[in-house]
């Protein structure tokens, strides 16, 4: 699983720079929980932050809008306007798990050193494409009623590259239906322990990195009873 993206823009009279600092300190969550009045399922977070684009180079290859051209001393103007007076609201959404959605060895290509090449197998469930759009208007009226004197989103579509890698090594107790036991050790190779985001059965609505802490502080926790006891 990844995480569902999105995102919209806005520009203001006045500077912003949000270039500078950091990213994101504030999440809106009244949209964190699935609608059952929505005809999708799904939820998120909307967070400010100064969008995927604000560095040099990203925005000038992508950070304008979509009805800009660019090229031209136009462009350079715009570019010199509008770098720190634009603010992004940023999506994060449900990435529903499916059986189809996996990651195998590849039967021939192989790496350098002679091993199975990685083959990722990924689709959007359509509730998460509904869903990010569904946030991507909501974090364009909160630009508006911020204040934004122009305001743009770039369509959702289904992803072709993914953050947030989620999934694939089920927490069990059974080998036959999961890779890892409750102390994160591989039911197959026994000082093996995994520490990511591998477990996680479902995805987050939002960045997973305290998630990822917290069970990684409880793996190691594991690990050092496991060796204490002498069995790693």
Same mark, same amino acid.
């Given at each position: 699983?990844?995480?569902?993206?999105?995102?919209?823009?806005?520009?203001?009279? @006045?500077?912003?720079?949000?270039?500078?600092?950091?990213? *994101?300190?504030?999440?809106?969550?009244?949209?964190?929980?699935?609608?059952?009045?929505?005809?999708?399922?799904?939820?998120?977070?909307?967070?400010?932050?100064?969008?995927?684009?604000?560095?040099? &180079?990203?925005?000038?290859?992508?950070?304008?809008?979509?009805?800009?051209?660019?090229?031209?001393?136009?462009?350079?103007?715009?570019? *010199? @306007?509008?770098?720190?007076?634009?603010?992004?609201?940023?999506?994060?959404?449900?990435?529903?798990?499916?059986?189809?959605?996996?990651?195998?060895?590849?039967?021939?290509?192989?790496?350098?050193?002679?091993?199975?090449?990685?083959?990722?197998?990924?689709?959007?469930?359509?509730?998460?494409?509904?869903?990010?759009?569904? &946030?991507?208007?909501?974090?364009?009226?909160?630009?508006?009623?911020?204040?934004?004197?122009?305001?743009? *989103?770039?369509?959702?579509?289904?992803?072709?590259?993914?953050?947030?890698?989620?999934?694939?090594?089920?927490?069990?107790?059974?080998?036959?239906?999961?890779?890892?036991?409750?102390? @994160?050790?591989?039911?197959?190779?026994?000082?093996?322990?995994?520490?990511?985001?591998?477990?996680?059965?479902?995805?987050?609505?939002?960045?997973?990195?305290?998630?990822?802490?917290?069970? *990684?502080?409880?793996?190691?926790?594991?690990?050092?009873?496991?060796?204490?006891?002498?069995?790693?």
């Amino acid at each position: 699983m990844f995480n569902a993206h999105a995102s919209a823009e806005g520009t203001f009279e @006045h500077q912003l720079n949000e270039y500078k600092g950091v990213q *994101a300190t504030r999440v809106i969550m009244d949209y964190y929980n699935s609608d059952p009045s929505q005809s999708f399922y799904g939820g998120g977070g909307i967070d400010a932050r100064g969008g995927l684009f604000l560095t040099p &180079l990203m925005y000038t290859i992508a950070g304008s809008p979509p009805s800009e051209k660019n090229w031209g001393a136009e462009y350079k103007d715009m570019i *010199a @306007h509008s770098f720190s007076r634009q603010m992004g609201m940023f999506i994060s959404g449900t990435s529903i798990p499916m059986d189809r959605n996996n990651i195998t060895l590849h039967p021939t290509n192989t790496d350098q050193w002679g091993r199975p090449s990685i083959i990722v197998t990924y689709q959007n469930h359509p509730d998460d494409l509904e869903n990010a759009r569904f &946030l991507q208007n909501i974090g364009q009226e909160l630009l508006d009623a911020a204040g934004a004197k122009r305001t743009w *989103a770039h369509p959702v579509e289904p992803s072709n590259f993914g953050v947030h890698l989620l999934g694939t090594c089920r927490m069990g107790d059974d080998p036959a239906t999961s890779v890892i036991d409750k102390a @994160h050790r591989t039911h197959d190779v026994s000082n093996l322990f995994i520490c990511d985001g591998s477990s996680l059965v479902t995805s987050t609505r939002g960045q997973p990195t305290m998630i990822i802490m917290a069970l *990684a502080f409880r793996a190691a926790d594991q690990i050092k009873a496991a060796a204490n006891a002498g069995t790693i």
